[in-house]
């Protein structure tokens, strides 16, 4: 057997995630108290995430633009685990909606510490297939709503300064 000191290799560590620990009776929160945000939570990899937030203890605001309902149980989810959490709709092109979004996660929280910025969308086409209607909708959400987002934490309006050390601390996440 190799020696590896202090770093071995992911293949050879056991994988620990909140998920298991808390299945394993251990409360393991590592998250507690922090607040998330996370855009396009009602299917697919922002889905999983929030879950997975709520289940290492953060509170989170659920993004969504469409099907309310798969957010709403994205929500019951993540309650049914602890922690607090709220779905928004808002459309991440818009930057009315994304600031609206992001006041109302940091009223009903308090702050926001954690972004995970997955909205997106794909357009399957061959490039001379493609129509310009849809290009524009790929760009408006996987780029500038990416952008309206991340600025809007930049921004700093929505997180407030941890007064034992004096540093800002949020955490961002693209997917």
Known sequence: MAVYGSRVPQSRRERVTAAKKNGEGKGW????GQKALVTGANSGIGRAVAIALGAAGAD????????????????????????????LKADVSNEDQVFAMFRTAAEHFGRLDILVANAGVQRDADFVDMTLADWNTVI?????????????????RHRRRLKSRGQDHLHELGA
Not at 29 to 32: A, G, K
Not at 68 to 86: M, Q, Y
Not at 140 to 156: D, K, P, S, Y
């Open 29 to 32: 929160r590592p998250l507690q």
């Open 60 to 87: 989170v605001a659920v993004n969504y633009v469409s099907r309310p309902e798969d957010a709403d149980a994205v929500v019951a989810d993540i309650r049914n685990s602890g922690p607090d959490a709220i779905a």
């Open 140 to 156: 408006a959400i996987n780029l500038t709503g990416q952008f309206l987002c991340c600025r809007e934490v930049a921004a700093g």
